[in-house]
Protein backbone atom coordinates (compact mmCIF):
# COMPACT_ATOMS: atom_id res chain seq x y z
CA UNK A 1 0.00 0.00 0.00
CA UNK A 2 1.73 3.64 -1.16
CA UNK A 3 1.02 6.07 1.73
CA UNK A 4 1.43 10.04 1.37
CA UNK A 5 4.83 11.74 1.67
CA UNK A 6 4.29 13.77 4.56
CA UNK A 7 3.00 10.20 6.37
CA UNK A 8 6.40 8.53 5.50
CA UNK A 9 8.44 11.65 6.76
CA UNK A 10 6.16 11.45 10.17
CA UNK A 11 6.98 7.41 10.38
CA UNK A 12 10.63 8.35 9.45
CA UNK A 13 11.01 10.64 12.04
CA UNK A 14 9.06 8.69 14.90
CA UNK A 15 12.12 5.66 13.52
CA UNK A 16 14.66 8.54 13.86
CA UNK A 17 14.02 10.46 17.29
CA UNK A 18 13.07 6.78 19.18
CA UNK A 19 16.30 5.27 18.09
CA UNK A 20 14.51 2.64 16.30
CA UNK A 21 12.23 1.38 19.41
CA UNK A 22 12.09 4.45 22.55
CA UNK A 23 8.29 6.01 22.25
CA UNK A 24 8.01 9.53 20.77
CA UNK A 25 6.05 12.61 22.04
CA UNK A 26 4.27 14.56 19.47
CA UNK A 27 6.09 17.31 20.46
CA UNK A 28 9.09 16.13 20.01
CA UNK A 29 8.10 15.47 16.54
CA UNK A 30 6.89 18.97 16.09
CA UNK A 31 10.21 20.29 17.16
CA UNK A 32 12.32 17.87 14.62
CA UNK A 33 9.90 18.50 11.98
CA UNK A 34 9.45 22.64 11.78
CA UNK A 35 5.70 22.00 12.82
CA UNK A 36 2.98 23.07 15.02
CA UNK A 37 1.99 20.35 17.21
CA UNK A 38 -1.54 21.16 16.15
CA UNK A 39 -0.52 19.95 12.82
CA UNK A 40 1.20 16.37 14.32
CA UNK A 41 -1.40 15.65 16.58
CA UNK A 42 -3.98 15.47 13.27
CA UNK A 43 -1.00 13.49 11.51
CA UNK A 44 -0.72 10.94 14.61
CA UNK A 45 -4.26 10.03 14.52
CA UNK A 46 -4.63 9.63 10.92
CA UNK A 47 -1.72 7.03 11.45
CA UNK A 48 -2.79 5.45 14.41
CA UNK A 49 -6.48 5.04 12.68
CA UNK A 50 -4.56 3.15 9.95
CA UNK A 51 -1.95 0.96 11.77
CA UNK A 52 1.56 2.63 11.37
CA UNK A 53 1.13 3.61 14.97
CA UNK A 54 0.32 3.19 18.20
CA UNK A 55 -0.28 6.43 21.17
CA UNK A 56 -0.36 5.09 25.00
CA UNK A 57 -2.77 7.17 27.66
CA UNK A 58 1.11 9.08 28.52
CA UNK A 59 0.77 10.29 24.86
CA UNK A 60 3.83 8.30 24.00
CA UNK A 61 4.06 7.19 20.17
CA UNK A 62 5.87 3.87 18.97
CA UNK A 63 5.94 2.47 15.59
CA UNK A 64 3.37 -1.09 14.88
CA UNK A 65 5.20 -3.03 13.22
CA UNK A 66 3.57 -2.17 9.81
CA UNK A 67 4.89 1.70 10.63
CA UNK A 68 8.07 0.45 11.45
CA UNK A 69 8.65 -1.54 7.83
CA UNK A 70 7.45 1.56 6.48
CA UNK A 71 9.86 4.02 8.47
CA UNK A 72 13.20 1.72 7.96
CA UNK A 73 12.30 1.13 4.07
CA UNK A 74 12.03 5.23 4.00
CA UNK A 75 15.00 5.77 6.19
CA UNK A 76 17.18 2.93 4.55
CA UNK A 77 16.81 4.87 0.94
CA UNK A 78 17.20 8.04 2.75
CA UNK A 79 20.38 7.62 4.30
CA UNK A 80 21.54 5.46 0.69
CA UNK A 81 20.67 8.04 -1.44
CA UNK A 82 21.99 10.91 0.32
CA UNK A 83 25.71 8.65 0.67
CA UNK A 84 25.57 8.39 -3.03
CA UNK A 85 25.01 11.54 -4.00
CA UNK A 86 27.87 12.42 -1.15
CA UNK A 87 29.87 9.91 -3.76
CA UNK A 88 29.48 11.45 -6.40
CA UNK A 89 30.27 15.56 -5.20
CA UNK A 90 27.43 16.72 -4.33
CA UNK A 91 27.58 18.84 -1.07
CA UNK A 92 26.32 17.44 2.23
CA UNK A 93 23.63 19.21 3.11
CA UNK A 94 22.40 19.09 -0.77
CA UNK A 95 22.27 15.80 -0.57
CA UNK A 96 20.83 15.12 2.28
CA UNK A 97 17.90 17.36 1.34
CA UNK A 98 17.95 16.08 -2.47
CA UNK A 99 17.52 12.26 -1.03
CA UNK A 100 14.87 13.68 0.87
CA UNK A 101 12.56 14.41 -1.94
CA UNK A 102 13.81 12.01 -3.68
CA UNK A 103 13.32 8.71 -1.95
CA UNK A 104 9.47 9.24 -1.91
CA UNK A 105 9.53 9.11 -6.10
CA UNK A 106 12.27 7.16 -6.85
CA UNK A 107 11.09 3.40 -8.48
CA UNK A 108 12.19 0.44 -6.70
CA UNK A 109 13.72 -0.44 -9.77
CA UNK A 110 15.58 2.05 -10.33
CA UNK A 111 16.90 2.32 -6.68
CA UNK A 112 18.17 -1.00 -7.15
CA UNK A 113 19.94 -0.83 -10.46
CA UNK A 114 21.72 2.19 -8.87
CA UNK A 115 22.60 0.03 -5.93
CA UNK A 116 23.87 -2.40 -7.95
CA UNK A 117 25.73 -0.16 -10.01
CA UNK A 118 27.28 1.84 -7.32
CA UNK A 119 28.58 -1.54 -5.92
CA UNK A 120 29.81 -2.37 -9.16
CA UNK A 121 27.72 -5.47 -9.76
CA UNK A 122 25.79 -4.40 -12.71
CA UNK A 123 26.54 -1.53 -15.25
CA UNK A 124 23.56 -2.78 -17.81
Excluded at 32 to 48: H, T
Excluded at 55 to 82: M, S
Amino acid sequence: MKIQESAEDYLETILILGDGGDPVRSIDIAVKLGFSKPSVSVAMKKLRENGYISVDDNGLITLTEQGRDVACKVYDRHTFLTSWLISIGVSPDTARNDACRIEHVISEESLVKIKKFTEGKDNS
